[in-house]
């Protein structure tokens, strides 16, 4: 039998006086109840209680198995209300691993998040390396584009396009970029984490795909650096639209190509499970929601 019942059914037998009253307590019945003590004094090897057709009283090892039982059951309805509270209100600790171009975006979430919820802590890390979130203890992980393990929930939060852009500096001294397959003899900077490897892809004025091949002397997981390396007019880039922005305003760099759209991509919040999160992640993970869909034109511009 359950052990945690007979445990149960016994200190109900004792604080009722009897096993019928117990019984109607535990609504099972009266031979149940008899039942389940008896396979807890049997698993222990000892009477707990003295029956007389009368009364039921407590054997002197029953006493001392009585008040330590009473502790333990105490000790699981606090544990099971403290677990309640954890899942209804967030406190604790809330640690994730965001992509570092999302910092920017996840900041202005986190400083609401801890004035909101004085009872929790935040534990942000930034990094461009996908990590595992189980074996390193993250709650949530915030990425620019979907991770490869299928297993892992992961939720949109907004989506976002690159520009393909260089500087006034490099269209001097390699002239106009007038067709996409030319960019094949152009030095292109690009990204380790794009998803297509060296082949970029676009869409055109018709939503038919297109793809061209690229090469060049940078690689790198540092959009800042490819920034650079397009403002020092060293080559062309294909940069998340929300790095380049105000560059491209400003004049220091240069939109090419505007009849091809880069294919559409999705920021996203990564998490290991989608049932009984704690109200920690779920609380975050809406508010990131709310904040992302209050952004998506900031995020997004050339949409």
């Known amino acids: 039998m359950d052990r945690f019942t007979s445990l149960t059914a ?50 002197e090892i029953g006493q001392a198995y009585y008040d ?27 640690r994730i691993h965001a992509a570092t171009h999302m910092v920017p975006m996840v900041a202005a979430v986190v400083a609401k998040f801890l004035s909101t919820y004085p009872e929790i802590k935040v534990d942000l890390r930034m990094g461009e390396a996908d990590v595992d979130l189980i074996e390193e203890g993250y709650d949530i992980a915030l990425r620019m584009i979907a991770p490869p393990d299928s297993s ?27 067709q996409l397959a030319e960019l094949t003899g152009h030095n292109c900077g690009r990204h380790l984490n794009y998803p297509y490897g060296d082949e970029w892809r676009f869409l055109d004025r018709k939503g038919t795909p297109a793809s061209v091949r690229t090469s060049g002397r940078l690689v790198t997981n540092s959009g800042e650096a490819l920034r650079n390396m397009a403002l020092e007019g060293a080559g062309i880039c294909l940069m998340a639209g929300f790095l380049v922005q105000d560059d491209l305003e400003a004049g220091r760099l240069v939109r090419l190509l505007p009849e091809y759209r880069p294919v559409e991509m999705s920021m996203n919040v990564v998490y290991p499970h989608r049932h009984h999160l704690s109200a920690k992640v779920r609380t975050f993970i809406d508010m990131l929601v709310q904040h992302s869909a209050e952004q998506q034109k900031l995020i997004n511009p050339y949409s």
């Open 10 to 59: 016994f200190v109900r037998v004792v604080e009722n006086g009897g096993f019928s009253a117990a019984a109607r307590r535990l609504n099972m019945s009266t031979t149940m109840v008899s039942n389940h003590v008896q396979a807890l004094e049997d698993r222990l090897g000892v009477r707990l209680l003295n029956r007389t057709t009368r009364k039921v009283s407590l054997t």
């Open 68 to 94: 330590r039982s009473t502790q333990i059951l105490a000790d699981l309805e606090q544990a099971d209300d403290i677990a309640g509270e954890l899942q209804s209100i967030p406190r604790g600790t809330l």
């Open 152 to 178: 892992l929930i992961v939720r949109s939060l907004a989506t976002w396009r690159h520009v393909l852009c260089c500087s006034h500096d490099y269209l001097e001294k390699h002239g106009r970029v007038q």
